[in-house]
Nanobody, 127 residues
Framework: VQLQASGGGLVQAGGSLRLSCAAS????????MGWFRQAPGKEREFVAA????????YYEDSVKGRFTISRDNAKNTVYLQMNNLKPEDTAVYYC?????????????????????WGQGTLVTVSS
């Protein structure tokens, strides 16, 4: 499977963006999917994940209540709706696919669990 992230851009603090991660090559229906980000000079960090099947979700604490991850298996796409953006959300955002999917939800925060990564999309939040 190949992943293509899009939707990044420049937005003012308090604004919103929706990132998309379009998959090709095979269905992601049985994949756990995740979003990670990397800010300049910092390590990559987990943002959100959504499990296959029932689609339960998991978020990093700083984005809870502001970001929403969702998936549309018919479109083979995963989304990250980001509201009330803050300057500290500025980063390159990456989507990733985990297959075979791990069962333990907390493991989804570990980037090593993911097998396929898309190219990043830059999100810049101005104050």
């Amino acid at each position: 499977v190949q992943l293509q992230a899009s939707g990044g851009g420049l937005v003012q603090a308090g604004g919103s963006l929706r990132l998309s991660c379009a998959a090709s090559g095979r269905t992601i229906r049985t994949y756990n999917m995740g979003w990670f980000r990397q800010a300049p000079g910092k390590e990559r960090e987990f943002v959100a994940a959504i499990k296959w099947g029932g689609g339960s979700t998991y978020y990093e604490d700083s984005v809870k209540g502001r970001f929403t991850i969702s998936r549309d298996n018919a479109k083979n796409t995963v989304y990250l709706q980001m509201n009330n953006l803050k300057p500290e959300d500025t980063a390159v955002y990456y989507c990733a696919a985990d297959s075979p999917p791990v069962a333990i939800t907390s493991a989804l925060a570990d980037g090593n669990m993911y097998d396929v990564w898309g190219q990043g999309t830059l999100v810049t939040v101005s104050s």
